[in-house]
């Protein structure tokens, strides 16, 4: 079974800074996708950004970008130029690449505070 | 344009009530899960599906039922509630596009 492994319960950056939240999965397969999930205050699970394993190139969605290490089984994400509305709890996603196993592993989650 | 909600949002069950979370979805997706959230243990899978019709067990699906008679709805049951189900309840489906999670319902077993 895959397992998602996030070590940073919480982490504090100061607004216009950059943070950088640290996943590490345990896996057998070759291919997969990882994700990042945003949860505000709200509840809502918002996604952030996505990788599939087979891409070398590490994704990027505007301030957030990835540092995808595959050998090392490491998926950190970065925000750039924090903002106040980044305040939120940070989830690390696993999903098998194979079809009828589609299930999303979570990480622990990391508490992010922005600090004005 | 609903997405998936979840019905109730919120709940207090004594020890040994039953109840019924619905998780409903207007977008035709095949596959369903529900998560529960604890502090510091992330979501965790209780039961998902992958069709109407179908259900199978996630990661930690002991005192739960769950049932997917019509494609829209997913039901998870709980016969006889514990203080340890106390707890944030999310359903998720999966289409094309990714995944959708409902808003939650935080049930509290007193």
């Known amino acids: 079974a895959q397992t998602v492994t996030q070590s940073q319960p919480e982490m504090s950056v100061q607004e216009a800074e950059t943070v950088t939240l640290s996943c590490t999965y345990d896996?057998?397969?070759?291919?997969?996708?990882l994700f990042w999930y945003k949860q505000p205050p709200s509840r809502q699970m918002i996604l952030v950004i996505r990788?599939?394993?087979?891409?070398?190139q590490n994704a990027t969605e505007n301030r957030f970008s990835v540092n995808f290490q595959k050998a090392a089984k490491s998926f950190s994400l970065k925000i750039s130029d924090s903002q106040l509305g980044d305040a939120a709890m940070y989830f690390c996603?696993?999903?098998?690449?194979?079809?009828?196993?589609?299930?999303?592993?979570f990480g622990t989650g990391t508490r992010l505070t922005i600090i004005p | 344009n609903a997405g998936v909600t979840q019905t109730p949002k919120f709940r207090v069950l004594k020890t040994g009530q039953s109840m019924t979370l619905l998780c409903a979805q207007d977008?035709?997706?095949?596959?369903m899960y529900w998560y529960r959230q604890d502090p510091g243990m992330g979501l965790r899978l209780i039961h998902y599906?992958?069709?109407?019709?179908?259900?199978a067990k996630g990661e930690v699906p002991d005192g739960y039922n769950v049932s997917r008679l019509k494609k829209q709805n997913f039901l998870l049951g709980l016969e006889s509630a514990a203080p340890s189900q106390t707890s944030v309840y999310f359903c998720?489906?999966?289409?094309?596009?990714?995944?959708?999670f409902g808003s939650g319902t935080r049930l509290t077993v007193v």
């Open positions: 977008m035709n997706h095949e596959y």
């Open positions: 599906s992958v069709g109407e019709g179908t259900t």
């Open positions: 996603a696993y999903r098998s690449y194979n079809f009828g196993n589609e299930k999303l592993t």
């Open positions: 998720a489906t999966k289409g094309p596009s990714g995944y959708t």
């Open positions: 990788q599939e394993a087979y891409k070398q």
């Open positions: 896996t057998s397969e070759s291919d997969y996708y």
